[in-house]
């Protein structure tokens, strides 16, 4: 069974940071001039409520998956990032159901749009994404690296993504 919780407490905080540091070193491309550090350093940071928000998967009681969301300075657009599912859990439709519940976070935070990044040569999660309803928007952040692939979602359309 798989529990989605938002992070709200500090041992949320602590297990939000254990699985961002195996993130940034088993799984994230160029993560030296990555902003994860930064968050890792400060949390909750910019993932904090009313603005942000920041949630956990727990697949029969093991921890397995991270998300969050932030602001962007796009107006109404809410970045979804940090979205980590360990090895051991992947391949079960842990992120689809982490990507939802992120989305509903944006909606109930009052954002009109959601937005996620992604490496071009990470075509699994773009197809996850665009098959959840997600398309082409212009950047929303400067980022040092420029191969980043920008998708975004109408929140309006979030109840009808797949």
């Known amino acids: ?50 603005a942000g928000g920041a949630v956990l998967a727990y697949r029969q009681g093991e921890l397995a998956a991270c998300g969050a969301f932030a602001p962007t300075e796009m107006a109404g657009l809410a970045e979804i990032k940090r979205l980590y599912v360990r090895e051991s859990a992947r391949g079960q439709g842990i992120a689809r159901e982490l990507t939802r519940a992120l989305v509903r976070q944006c909606a109930g935070a009052g954002y009109d749009r959601a937005g996620i990044s992604t490496w071009d040569h990470n075509e699994r999660a773009q197809a996850l994404y665009r098959q959840m309803g997600f398309g ?21 359309d979030a109840a009808e993504a797949p």
Not at 136 to 156: E, M, R, S, W
Request: hydrophobic share 40%; charged share 20%.
């Open 136 to 156: 082409p928007i212009t950047p929303f952040k400067d980022h040092p690296i420029p191969n980043l692939v920008y998708l975004g979602l109408a929140l309006h």
């Open 1 to 50: 069974m798989l529990q989605i919780i938002a992070v709200d407490t500090e041992d949320g905080w602590r297990h939000f940071r254990e699985l961002l540091l195996e993130y940034a070193q088993r799984d994230h491309a160029n993560a030296g001039q990555s902003s994860i550090w930064a968050d890792m350093a400060g949390l909750p940071g910019r993932y904090a409520h009313p």
